[in-house]
């Protein structure tokens, strides 16, 4: 989607506001495709003493298989949109992903908010920040409680082991 701002360009203070939705569900993070709701993407631009600020947030559900524990789970993410907007000759002095190039005086909403939202997925998906994982002896999900494998006696202590014993 393109977002014309050449009312905006000439005019100091002035801003556009904008609210629309995409579809993400192409992006493949980690061999999965976790974005199969709408990309919902709202803000505004401000032309402030000649610079073009993009300021919003774009928001959605992400539906994944927790990294760590192998579980399902479906979580709210919103991320901010802090970008700046220059034409094509004033981009060659920047090399920020925050910053993108007018096209006909407009910006492209579909490049920009795909990269916020690839720039802002964690690298891990967790179900919660807190997971404890699995098991790596039985495989049971710690977050449901303890396992009930017993704890391997470190080799170190063999000897002392053995004393207890007699």
Not at 7 to 28: H, Q, R, W, Y
Request: proline share 7%.
């Amino acid at each position: 989607m393109l977002l014309d701002l050449s009312k905006i360009i000439p005019n100091p203070g002035a801003s556009v506001c904008f609210e629309t939705t995409f579809d993400l569900s192409e992006l493949e993070f980690g061999g999965v495709y976790p974005v199969t709701e709408p990309v919902k993407a709202s803000g505004s631009v401000r032309n402030t003493a000649g610079v073009l600020e993009l300021k919003g947030s774009v928001s959605t559900s992400l539906h994944a298989v927790c990294d760590r524990c192998t579980e399902n789970f479906v979580r709210e993410v919103s991320y901010p949109i802090d970008a700046v907007l220059v034409t094509d000759a004033e981009s060659d002095d920047y090399e920020n992903p925050w910053v993108f190039e007018l096209k006909d005086d407009s910006a492209d909403l579909d490049d920009i908010v795909t990269t916020v939202f690839v720039l802002n997925m964690p690298s891990q998906l967790l179900c919660r920040p807190d997971c404890k994982g699995l098991c790596f002896r039985c495989g049971a999900n710690l977050n449901l409680g303890p396992c009930t494998c017993k704890a391997e006696p470190d080799p170190r202590f063999a000897a002392l082991q053995q004393l207890l014993e007699k």
